[in-house]
């Protein structure tokens, strides 16, 4: 069992950044690949971005390319995820998961956390 809280949300104007964490609970937090996804209101939820279990190898979807960035700290079972020039279209709900692979397969969600980016 793994269970997931994110933090780091809030209200930034354009061009700003924000750093959301996800922390985790459970002692097999390092099998994981661990997830980001978004849902924006009227829309389906979306893969952002991941990061496996060693932290060697990251996917990011192309909306957020060049712009936000993730990572972990297995020794402190957290995974960030750093988001940079935001746009208003990057205003949504953002999950962390984990799971068995990069786009699919994830077992554990967190609430969320919500995002709101000003124009």
């Known amino acids: 069992q793994v269970q997931l809280v994110e933090s780091g949300g809030g209200l930034v104007q354009a061009g700003g950044s924000l750093r959301l964490s996800c922390a985790a609970s459970?002692?097999?937090?390092?099998?994981?690949?661990m997830g980001w996804f978004r849902q924006a209101p009227g829309k389906e939820r979306e893969f952002v971005a991941a990061?496996?279990?060693?932290?060697?190898?990251?996917y990011v979807a192309d909306s957020v390319k060049g712009r936000f960035t993730i990572s972990r700290d297995n020794a402190e079972n957290t995974v960030y995820l750093q988001m940079n020039s935001l746009k208003s279209e990057d205003t949504a709900v953002y999950y962390c998961?984990?799971?068995?692979?990069?786009?699919?397969?994830?077992?554990?969600w967190g609430q969320g956390t919500q995002v709101t980016v000003s124009s």
């Open positions: 998961a984990a799971g068995l692979g990069v786009y699919t397969q994830y077992g554990y």
């Open positions: 459970g002692r097999t937090f390092r099998q994981y690949v």
């Open positions: 990061i496996n279990w060693s932290g060697g190898s990251t």
